[in-house]
């Protein structure tokens, strides 16, 4: 069964903390893709980051990084020192084996208090 | 701005009327999509289009009717709906039909926020 799990469906932090957010998947593919996506309050899924299951290193951008551990089936997110802007929710996602499929997790709502 | 654009933001609809939802990219993108969600519930995918023909219908009830005139334009025509159709209704694009093998992403409009009362 394919399936993304993001446990965290609140998180509320204060300015200049780090955050990190956690997503687990299942897959049996040993090919796949794994999205972040950050949702603000107008609505639009803005498309963060791409990982393929062969690359494994980790990735940082800026205040972002993202951690991918394919031993425990894990792609979480951090943001370091985070700021009110980064307030939104936050989605996972899978991309499955036949074309068009996003699986998506439920989304962690951030919110980040000044 | 993404450059996929959805009309209207807001409706509110009785369960007896017909209204449409509508999505426009001007981004070139060859696939279409539309996802529901819905309260503390993950986006579920429900319609997929490539090439202005469908590829997929995710087990979406009948008052829900896709239409893709062209790669450019989708609706999502309503008719008899639920009040737990009430839900945020984003429609994406991306190049091609998203792929392991293609390195493309979807871009996401702001959504419909649909309420049936």
């Known amino acids: 069964a394919q399936k993304v799990t993001q446990a965290q469906t609140e998180i509320s932090v204060v300015e200049k903390e780090d955050v990190t957010l956690d997503c687990v998947y299942e897959?049996?593919?040993?090919?796949?893709?794994l999205f972040w996506y950050k949702q603000p309050p107008s609505g639009e899924l803005v498309f963060l980051i791409r990982r393929n299951s062969f690359d494994e290193q980790n990735e940082i951008s800026g205040r972002y990084s993202w951690n991918f551990q394919k031993s425990t089936s894990s792609f979480n997110f951090t943001i370091t020192a985070s700021q009110v802007v980064d307030s939104a929710v936050y989605f996972c996602a899978l991309l499955l084996e036949q074309g068009g499929k996003l699986i998506f997790g439920q989304g962690t709502e951030l919110s980040v208090k000044p | 701005e993404t450059g996929v654009t959805q009309t209207p933001r807001h409706l509110v609809m009785g369960m007896t009327n017909k209204k449409s939802l509508k999505c426009e990219q001007h981004?070139?993108?060859?696939?279409m999509y539309w996802y529901k969600q819905s309260a503390k519930k993950p986006l579920e995918l429900m319609f997929v289009?490539?090439?202005?023909?469908?590829?997929e219908n995710n087990s979406v009830p009948s008052r829900f009717s896709p239409e893709c005139p062209n790669s450019s334009h989708l609706f999502l025509h309503l008719h008899t709906l639920q009040p737990e159709d009430s839900a945020l209704y984003l429609c994406?694009?991306?190049?091609?039909?998203?792929?392991?093998?293609?390195?493309?992403?979807?871009?996401f409009g702001q959504g419909t926020r649909l309420t049936v009362v």
């Open positions: 289009y490539n090439f202005k023909e469908q590829t």
């Open positions: 981004l070139g993108h060859n696939a």
């Open positions: 994406a694009s991306s190049q091609d039909l998203l792929d392991r093998g293609r390195l493309t992403e979807a871009f």
């Open positions: 897959t049996r593919d040993t090919t796949y893709y």
